[in-house]
């Protein structure tokens, strides 16, 4: 497609339950970034995907977060045991390869999650 | 790592007037820089980029510029109207990573 798709839009999660958010990027790009979102400012960068392959893991917290990039499936990222503080925006954004072009980032609209 | 600092948080500006956010970086390997504007409960909707090996960009009412001696850069806005205010956000990365690291955003308040 021509937008990056995330779903769900929001999600409400209890303290110690598994979250789930998914991201379609942008068809033709080859690059997904996962960033969290919290008090709508401060980005903090998560985890970035060429095709399959895990890019970048520098900003994820692996005690509980994973994310996958599958061929021909949705990118996801999994919070398991989720605590208060994760509650946030996630959004997941692509980008194609090479540079010029390749180093722009196009976000999705963002899945907001609540954990209560 | 790359640290970006951004200033001022918030802008209030009377409608007509100029704006201009600043934004310093750390890592004099960065060479690429975007801005980036998000309304509230949106997408953050990139509105201009500039790389290293140019000094400004223009594009209608928005301009950035790049000083990479200093390690800043600067979004520059005229002649604000009302739907300008949003937020906006600096951000660097550099070849070989890609992602971006972001500012803390700037609140920018256009009143009519």
């Known amino acids: 497609g021509e937008e990056v798709a995330q779903t769900p839009k929001h999600l409400v999660r209890g303290e110690g339950q598994k979250a789930k958010l998914y991201c379609a990027p942008i068809?033709?790009?080859?690059?997904v970034f996962w960033y969290q979102q919290v008090l709508k400012n401060e980005f903090k960068f998560l985890i970035s995907?060429?095709?399959?392959?895990?890019?970048?893991e520098t900003g994820m917290p692996k005690e509980r977060f994973s994310a996958k990039c599958l061929p021909n499936s949705p990118c996801s990222l999994e919070i398991q045991a989720t605590k208060l503080e994760d509650s946030a925006v996630y959004f997941c954004a692509s980008s194609q390869t090479g540079t010029g072009l390749g180093e722009k980032l196009f976000f999705g609209s963002g899945t907001q999650l609540s954990v209560l | 790592g790359e640290n970006v600092e951004q200033h001022p948080s918030t802008l209030s500006v009377q409608e007509g007037d100029s704006a201009v956010i600043k934004c310093t970086y750390s890592?004099?390997?960065?060479?690429?820089f975007p801005w980036y504007k998000q309304e509230l409960g949106k997408r953050p909707q990139l509105i201009i980029d500039i790389r290293s090996n140019v000094g400004e960009k223009k594009d209608q009412r928005i301009a950035v510029t790049l000083n990479k001696t200093a390690k800043h850069f600067s979004l520059h806005i005229t002649e604000t109207q009302p739907e300008d205010s949003a937020v906006y956000f600096c951000a660097a990365s550099k070849t070989g990573r890609r992602a971006l690291t972001f500012g803390s955003g700037t609140r920018l308040q256009v009143q009519p």
């Open positions: 068809k033709g790009h080859s690059y």
């Open positions: 890592d004099s390997a960065s060479n690429y």
């Open positions: 995907f060429q095709n399959e392959n895990v890019f970048d």
